[in-house]
Every structure is written in C-alpha cells, then in structure tokens.
C-alpha cells in the first residue's frame, strides 16, 4: 500500500543535524506511527514520503523552513525572577509551559540564570536546525473512521482516548 492521505504510516526513523549529530532515532525504541496528511510530522518530512511503498528507505534533507522553523531572536524574553516564584529547581535547559496574553500556552525553555532575570527561549528546539531524516517505511494501512475524525492515530504507537 503506497502511502497518501488518510494512511496510517509505522516508520523508522534516524534524526541527525547538519554536523551529523544524532538527534533523535526510532531504531533504540519503537517505530513512529503517524496519521499522513493530517500535519502530525513536519510538512516537508510529510512531503517526500507521499508515493513511498512498504519497505522503501530514503534520504530527506530539510531546511528550518520545511521542518520547525527559522530561528526568531525576538522569542528569546528576560522575565524576573519573581515571577518564578514557587517554581523549585528551577535550572537550565528546564521546559515550561507559559501562558499568552490571549491565555493561549506555549512552551519556553529556560536557557539562562541570572541573579533577578531568567531568560527563556520560546523557539522549538530544532528551530534552524537543518535536518537529514534516514527514513524506512514499516507498515501503511488505511485509518479508521475514528482516527481520522481525531486527526491523529489509535492504537500501538498512537493516542489511547
Ligand atoms: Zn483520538
């Protein structure tokens, strides 16, 4: 079965930066199963595996743009201490979720500790990362009714609601 829209796709994946660093990979755990067409992956990701079969490997090189984004130095805030408060152990590299004035959440990560700032970086962390996907494909079969009304896979490798 080739893989298009409303094809639940199992794949493995190795994730490494322009430097050739590991980032992330499938091979150590299980394979990532994912709903195709439905912007569970990154769009360009998504886009060089629509037409791959079953059992198809491939190379995927992708800039910022086509993965989590260019890097905004404008995401980057200095919040006082104070506001913190309350928050133990608090300490580099720490996530938290954060809240917009339209009450909307996102999540910032702590990137500096001063005395009275902390400064927090509300980019993803592969912002401006360029990334190289080695991809195989497992398995594709068609989604339930279910899933896709979720826009998301059930199921081993998926959401359980
Ligand atoms: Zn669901």
């Given at each position: 079965?080739?893989?298009?829209?409303?094809?639940?796709?199992?794949?493995?994946?190795?994730?490494?930066?322009?430097?050739?660093?590991?980032?992330d990979?499938?091979?150590?755990?299980?394979?990532?199963?994912?709903?195709?067409?439905?912007?569970?992956?990154?769009?360009g990701?998504?886009?060089?595996?629509?037409?791959?079969?079953?059992?198809?490997?491939?190379?995927?090189?992708?800039?910022?743009?086509?993965?989590?984004g260019?890097?905004?130095?404008d995401?980057?805030?200095?919040?006082?201490?104070?506001?913190?408060?309350?928050?133990?152990?608090?300490?580099?590299?720490?996530?938290?979720?954060?809240?917009?004035?339209?009450?909307?959440?996102?999540?910032?990560f702590?990137?500096?500790?001063?005395?009275?700032?902390?400064v927090?970086d509300a980019?993803?962390?592969?912002?401006?990362v360029?990334?190289?996907?080695?991809?195989?494909?497992?398995?594709?079969?068609?989604?339930?009714?279910?899933?896709?009304?979720?826009?998301?896979?059930?199921?081993?490798?998926?959401?359980?609601?």
């Open positions: 079965m080739i893989i298009q829209n409303d094809k639940v796709v199992t794949m493995h994946y190795h994730l490494t930066n322009a430097d050739g660093e590991v980032l990979s499938s091979r150590e755990s299980e394979p990532l199963t994912y709903l195709h067409g439905a912007g569970n992956i990154v769009p990701l998504e886009r060089a595996l629509t037409s791959l079969d079953v059992g198809a490997t491939t190379t995927v090189q992708l800039s910022p743009s086509e993965a989590y260019e890097y905004n130095a995401m980057i805030q200095h919040v006082p201490r104070k506001e913190f408060d309350g928050i133990d152990g608090l300490e580099v590299g720490m996530q938290l979720q954060a809240r917009d004035p339209n009450g909307q959440t996102f999540v910032v702590i990137t500096e500790l001063r005395d009275d700032v902390v927090v980019n993803h962390p592969l912002a401006g360029h990334l190289t996907f080695d991809i195989e494909i497992v398995d594709v079969r068609d989604a339930t009714a279910e899933e896709l009304s979720h826009g998301h896979v059930h199921g081993p490798g998926g959401h359980h609601d």
